[in-house]
């Protein structure tokens, strides 16, 4: 008996073990179904999330900061020897003396030729006004080009301003005659109408007190009536049945009146009557010149926002148009500038020559030894443009002359020095150079520049190649050079700006307008037009794949 008890649990306990968690089929197969789309759900998010990253451009980003551009150049060019050393002079000086005749040797600091030292004295000073002149020139070049874009920038702002006037006022000002002129109508409507149900109210109580006044005057003589006439007679019967008539009438007469003071008190309705009916007409005349005034107001109000809108867009073409001739005229001014250095030079060299002749009373010395190759004669005057003597330097000096491109030459002048690389017996030479001399732009838009080599040895016709690096002035806000973009509508950057979306926070790719100051071949110096750009902003400077104006980036680890 034990041991049949012990089969029975251990089959039942058996069965237990293989019955499985969830017993109902059907409550399993919605547990295999709801566990299947969680995980499609898990794959599909995985899948947009790779696929997305892989729509969204990836890309580099920088900020603006403070930096030095460096100017490059190099100049391919040829050694020369150098021509014979020159000396100008001013036009007009008269030669009093000629000290060394042509073809004659002569030694560093010899005397050449001798002139007046007043006139030489009146020729410097010449000079000098003519270099404080020059120097003013440059200081004020360009001064007034920001002017027309300041200008332009203030009639925007003020046309802006004129704008947000007019859509902040709303017109009711034109018609606040016309609605008080409404208002009072109203309250005379008003007023008219307590006074209209006053009368009739008036009306009706006098009418009452009248009716009753009436009634105890007749009953009065009734009752009067049929006392004096004898009991039981015809003339009795008579005056009380007149007596019962005059109460009976009376009494319904005055039921009459109170009925009608009663409705008088509750009445609302006085729109036939006279006087409601005109002040009625007064409430509608003013009401519909109120609506009249208003639509005429709505048009010229919009007639106003439109011209108003249409002075906002001229507005700021003007102030491109200013921007992009600001833009021309910088350029110009630089040209102008570079002209008035080179000018500014060559009259500091005369006046330089000129205190050296007063320096040596009135001689003009040789600056280097060698043979006169020309000199003017005794009584003759100088000319504009024509040496007055030139020596040679027995072939001692060499010089390379190259062409740079316009654009490059304005970031050199005249004393900049460099790295001159040439081959000379099968092996590079290099040695450091300085500029002479820039020329002004020829019709290509290329200048000559000349570098004056150190004594050496050298051989007339070999190619060289001069190497110039220039670093500029500290600018505020540089940025990669990789970051410019350009369109129809000029240069721009694309800076990240943060945008809320139902799947979280975006970087989307913003245009902000620039203007570029001065580059290098890594850096700009920019400007933006709008003061859209701080330095905490992130520049696109690189992506993986093209991105434009409003494209979704993602910034790269």
């Not at 409404?182 to 007023?191: E, H």
Request: net charge negative; with cysteine; glycine share 4%.
């Amino acid at each position: 008996m034990l041991v049949h008890i012990k089969e029975k649990i251990k089959d039942i306990v058996t069965d237990d073990k293989r019955k499985p968690f969830i017993s109902n089929r059907v409550q399993r197969i919605a547990i295999r179904l709801i566990s299947s789309f969680f995980a499609l759900i898990l794959l599909f998010t995985i899948v947009s999330r790779v696929s997305g990253s892989a729509a969204v451009a990836s890309v580099q980003v920088s900020t603006m900061t403070s930096g030095e551009l460096t100017a490059q150049a190099e100049i391919d060019g040829t050694i020369d020897a150098e021509d014979g050393i020159s000396i100008v002079l001013p036009e007009g000086l008269k030669v009093i003396a000629v000290n060394a005749e042509k073809g004659k040797k002569v030694n560093e600091g010899e005397a050449l030729l001798e002139f007046n030292k007043e006139a030489i004295e009146r020729e410097r000073e010449k000079l000098e006004d003519e270099i404080y002149i020059l120097n003013q020139r440059i200081s004020l070049s360009g001064t007034g080009s920001s002017d027309s874009v300041l200008e332009a920038q203030q009639a925007l702002e003020d046309a802006q301003e004129a704008y947000n006037r007019l859509t902040a006022n709303s017109g009711r000002n034109d018609c606040a005659d016309l609605e008080a002129a409404l208002t009072s109508a109203k309250n005379n409507r008003d007023r008219v109408l307590t006074t209209t149900k006053q009368a009739f109210v008036k009306e009706a109580e006098d009418n009452l007190k009248s009716v009753k006044e009436s009634a105890e005057n007749d009953i009065r003589l009734a009752q009067q009536a049929l006392s004096k006439a004898e009991y039981g007679t015809p003339a009795y019967d008579s005056a009380l049945q007149n007596l019962e008539n005059q109460k009976k009438y009376w009494e319904n007469a005055i039921t009459e009146a109170e009925e009608k003071l009663k409705a008088e008190k509750s009445r609302t309705d006085f729109s036939n009557e006279a006087a409601v009916m005109e002040a009625q007409a007064a409430i509608d005349d003013a009401k519909n010149a109120l609506e009249s005034a208003k639509r005429e107001s709505e048009y010229s109000r919009e007639d106003e926002l439109y011209a108003a809108e249409k002075d906002i867009e001229a507005a700021r073409r003007a102030l491109k148009k200013a921007q992009e001739q600001a833009s021309v005229s910088q350029t110009e001014t630089e040209i102008e500038i570079l002209t008035y250095k080179s000018e500014l030079s060559d009259k500091e060299k005369i006046r330089d020559t000129l205190q050296d002749i007063l320096d040596h009373d009135g001689h003009v010395t040789a600056p280097a030894s060698g043979i006169v190759l020309k000199t003017l004669e005794k009584d003759s005057k100088t000319e504009e443009d024509v040496d007055a003597v030139t020596i040679s330097r027995k072939g001692e000096g060499f010089v390379c002359k190259g062409s740079l491109e316009e654009e490059s030459a304005e970031n050199f002048s005249v004393g900049d020095t460099g790295e001159l690389s040439y081959r000379l017996d099968g092996r590079t030479q290099k040695l450091n150079a300085q500029i002479t001399s820039i020329s002004a732009p020829d019709k290509n838009k290329k200048v000559l520049v000349t570098v004056a080599l150190p004594d050496g040895t050298y051989t007339p016709g070999m190619s060289a190649q001069f190497s110039l690096s220039k670093k500029s002035e500290t600018y505020q806000n540089c940025l990669p050079l990789t970051a410019l973009r350009s369109s129809s509508d000029g240069d721009y950057i694309l800076v990240l700006r943060k945008q809320s979306t139902v799947m979280g926070t975006e970087w989307i790719a913003a245009r902000v307008d620039i203007i570029v100051r001065d580059r290098d071949s890594q850096m700009m110096n920019i400007e933006s037009t709008e003061d859209a750009l701080n330095y905490s902003d992130q520049v696109v400077t690189g992506s993986n794949k093209a991105i434009s104006e409003g494209d979704r980036v993602r910034i790269e680890d």
